[in-house]
């Protein structure tokens, strides 16, 4: 199935966001992606279809209360996908790796795949990142709202330190818990959106899936005389997915959100929605950020 294949309409949010985790395009694709698509059972839109329609059949970690923090609830959603949509065995979930007293690290998911009867380490993130040519700059660095964060350090961290961990010696005695001596493959999951600056073609990182999702970024002071109609804030776990509302968006929300960057220094992600038979629904996503965005970031 197409990831760009068009999803149904779901009632709860987190059904939403499931779907949305099944066939998101990834911000890393290599010889280490992990893509769900190729193990998706053929009914399995027809389980979520179910899930949201009946709610109480839900598995019972869709039904808690999201975690706050974003990529708390990415790990919990994943932790479904394992194991209610693929039924693959889940074995190990953020197990840390210690040198005595001193961690090392941990493992996301330790998972077997049925398919090939193999364990497999998964490590997983979901990001968000805007692309930023600076002055006399000759290459593109992506950014994530925190300027802290960086693509091409995320993902170096991620083929390297977090999915290396496993193959560490102090990883053996987690691994020999599950009668294993070698070990397992790494993979990698890293969905996600990338945000282009407005009037200014940027090129996207080569190892990122074409088909990623997108929207665009400006400074707060960009805002003035754009067109105010049909925008939303999306508020965390909102980023994830297609924003759906019955009821028009309030006529001031550009501005308030304006206010806010100003006021907080903090980012915000806004979508901008069209009206259709089924209601509102997402058609383009905006990254607004302080004009000060993004500072003196890291260079290395």
Known sequence: MSANAEQP????????????LCSAPQLYR?????????????????????????????????????PRRLGLYFEQLYACLLSDVLEW????RNRQIMDGKRTLGEL????????????EHHEIAVKFYLGYLAPAAEQTLWYGPDSRDRLDLKTARLLGHQ????ARPEARPLLAEFGL??????RIFMPGYLFYPEQSALDAPAQTDMAHGRGQWCHVSQLAGRDANGWVVLRKPHWLGVWEQASAPAADTLITAADEVC???????LARLAVSS?????????FVVPDAWPGRPSTG
Not at 89 to 92: C, H, K, Q, R, T
């Open 30 to 66: 290599g010889a280490e992606t992990f893509d769900p698509l190729n193990y998706l059972p053929a009914d399995y839109l027809a389980r979520l279809i179910f899930w949201d329609r009946h709610p109480e059949h839900m598995p019972a970690c869709l039904r808690q209360p999201a």
């Open 9 to 20: 309409r779901f009632q709860q949010p987190v059904m939403r966001h499931l779907a949305w």
């Open 89 to 92: 065995p889940l074995l190990a």
């Open 181 to 186: 001596t070698m070990p397992p493959r790494p």
């Open 108 to 119: 996301d998911f330790l998972v077997r795949n049925p398919l090939s009867g193999a364990v």
């Open 163 to 166: 999915s290396g961990m496993a």
């Open 263 to 269: 006021q907080t220094g903090q980012p915000r992600l």
């Open 278 to 286: 089924a209601g509102w629904q997402e058609v383009e996503r905006l």
